[in-house]
């Protein structure tokens, strides 16, 4: 069974910066794509950002274009986060995913129990 730790979310002012980190085990599962979802309270669940399996392609919500970097780490299959200029409307709660696939987009095979991020005006 994979399961994917998340660190990192929080409360913070608005323009003020967050880093979200994500770890899949078992390291066995070899490389994933992993990206976040956001969801906020009465909105659908949105993928804000994903990184290919080899790190090569990302991907960003317009949203947060410019303003989040989706890295992988140096362990295998971490990921983080970087949230920069946070605005009020990003409050929400953050899903880490993973697709065992090269890229992940709409759907994800396994969860994170999410961390929130809250941005206050």
């Known amino acids: 069974q994979v399961q994917l730790a998340e660190s990192g979310g929080g409360l913070v002012q608005a323009g003020g910066s967050l880093r979200l980190s994500c770890v899949a085990s078992p390291r066995t599962i070899g490389r994933v794509a992993m990206g976040w979802f956001r969801q906020a309270p009465g909105k659908e669940r949105e993928l804000v950002a994903s990184i290919s399996r080899g790190g090569g392609t990302t991907y960003y919500a317009d949203s947060v274009k410019g303003r989040f970097t989706i890295s992988r780490g140096d362990a295998v299959n971490t990921v983080y986060l970087q949230m920069n200029s946070l605005k009020p409307e990003d409050t929400a709660v953050y899903y880490c995913?993973?697709?065992?696939?090269?890229?992940?987009?709409?759907?994800?095979?396994?969860w994170g129990q999410g961390t929130q991020v809250t941005v206050a005006s």
């Open positions: 995913a993973v697709r065992d696939g090269v890229t992940l987009s709409a759907s994800a095979d396994y």
